[in-house]
């Protein structure tokens, strides 16, 4: 019980952060909400007349209500086990552009 092989959360359990296998409704909501926001600020620097590199693929993009579920919630993997895994699983998701995964997966 103590000393030096007392039993911690990291002994017990492994990790003591571990990722769930599936977005839960409140981060796919959030999700969601990003990607919308997003497609405000381009929307806004489209209209403002500015004209870049960065915008022209922007552009290109597709907005978050033409994407379909698979692609808001998933991304490409080759060793994942149907070449899908979860954008969750994706470090740093939350900053980076997901939008465009190959053609048939």
């Known amino acids: 019980m103590f000393g030096?092989?007392?039993a911690t959360n990291v002994n017990l359990g492994g990790l003591l952060w571990?990722?769930?296998?599936?977005l839960s409704v409140t981060r796919k909501a959030n999700a969601r909400s990003r990607l919308k926001?997003?497609?405000?600020?381009?929307?806004?620097?489209?209209?403002?007349?500015?004209?870049?590199?960065?915008?022209?693929?922007a552009l290109e993009l597709p907005k978050e209500?033409?994407?379909p579920a698979k692609d808001k919630y998933t991304v490409f993997s080759p060793s994942a086990k149907g070449y899908r895994k979860g954008i969750h699983?994706?470090?740093?998701?939350?900053?980076l552009t997901l939008r465009?995964?190959?053609k048939g997966f």
């Open 4 to 6: 030096a092989f007392r």
């Open 18 to 22: 571990k990722t769930p296998w599936k």
């Open 37 to 57: 926001k997003v497609d405000a600020v381009i929307e806004a620097v489209r209209s403002s007349g500015m004209e870049c590199g960065a915008l022209t693929r």
């Open 65 to 67: 209500h033409e994407m």
């Open 89 to 95: 699983k994706v470090p740093k998701w939350t900053r």
């Open 100 to 102: 465009t995964n190959p």
